[in-house]
């Protein structure tokens, strides 16, 4: 019974980990479908813990403490979008590299919300301690079941959240109008044009739901596992969202895959250093674990891919 409690608790921790990702990567699967890639998920995920653990805190100032989590979580996503619209605006609208985008977005992310946190805190580098986040919800009568109550359904609400995501991203791009057509710009723009879609309003749409769920994701992190915004918050969070979007094959059920195992192995670096033998393990071994992994993945697990074909490529209607 031991050997399965533990277990249990392993698959719990590795939901609280993947949750995050899961909606990061389904972010960079929209916006890749629609044919621009989007390297600064990082920086967007950076963006949406900071907005969670700012609002939040000062909700929780003003005493609104039941509601604080929620409107962090609100304005994770709004400020994940703004940020989305930088790429937006740059890419496909004045066609810029989407690749140097991507990294410039990351970068200017992080030293914004590192000189806002020292301008909003008095120069700390650092928010302050949440007080009130996310607390698990148990499932009536589901979570009373053996081994499976305790590991499934007892979660977090954002992962409860991310699985419904996950199941109408499905829906939306394989069984709606505005799925199809979002496929469409993302493998042939010039084709999609020519019959009236317009390839500029789906990418924008595209980036701009990256943007929100990246948000999303980085505030989950905040209000789930560090309970406040720090440099080192994300940390490499969005480059591995990015892996799960390449090794899941650009479709939502494989990237959900992806996610839940490159977030098991995040929960297995923090399950291992509970036991005594983990001691005689360098610590460094255990942070690169994810990042090891990922790139073992990566490297031998691929196989083809099955990228949109006009991913990466600007548009410009002149030359169609």
């Not at 983990?278 to 073992?296: A, D, G, N, R």
Request: net charge positive; no cysteine.
């Amino acid at each position: 019974m031991q050997v399965l409690d533990i277990f249990g608790q392993l698959i719990n921790i590795t939901l609280v980990f993947s949750t995050a990702l899961i909606f990061t990567a389904l972010g960079g699967l929209f916006s890749e479908r629609s044919g621009v890639i989007n390297i600064g998920l990082e920086g967007l995920m950076v963006s949406g813990a900071f907005a969670a653990a700012v609002v939040t805190d000062y909700a929780i100032q003003a005493g609104m403490q039941g509601a604080a989590p929620w409107m962090g979580l609100m304005a994770a996503a709004i400020y994940g979008l703004l940020f989305s619209l930088l790429h937006a605006v740059s890419t496909i609208t004045f066609r810029a590299d989407q690749t140097v985008v991507g990294v410039v977005i990351n970068i200017f992310s992080l030293g914004m919300a590192i000189y806002l946190t020292r301008s909003l805190y008095h120069g700390s580098g650092q928010t302050p301690t949440l007080q009130y986040v996310f607390s698990k919800f148990n499932i009536p009568v589901l979570s009373d079941i053996p081994f499976f109550g305790r590991a499934v359904f007892s979660a977090y609400p954002t992962t409860y959240i991310v699985i419904a995501i996950a199941a109408i991203s499905y829906y939306l791009l394989f069984r709606t109008p505005f799925g199809l057509r979002l496929r469409a710009v993302g493998e042939h723009p010039s084709s999609a044009d020519t019959v009236g879609i317009s390839v500029t309003k789906y990418r924008y749409i595209g980036v701009m739901i990256s943007g929100v769920f990246a948000g999303l994701g980085g505030a989950t992190i905040t209000l789930t596992t560090t309970s406040n915004f720090a440099h080192n918050t994300i940390s490499g969070q969005g480059f591995i969202a990015i892996a799960a979007v390449i090794f899941g094959k650009w479709n939502p059920l494989g990237v959900v895959g992806a996610a839940v195992f490159f977030g098991f192995s995040q929960a297995l670096r923090n399950f291992a250093q509970l036991f005594e033998f983990s001691k005689q393990i360098p610590t460094e071994f255990f942070y690169m674990l994810p990042y090891v992994l990922t790139l073992l993945v990566l490297v031998t697990g691929v196989g083809r891919g099955s990228a949109p074909s006009a991913l990466g490529q600007p548009y410009d209607p002149a030359r169609r």
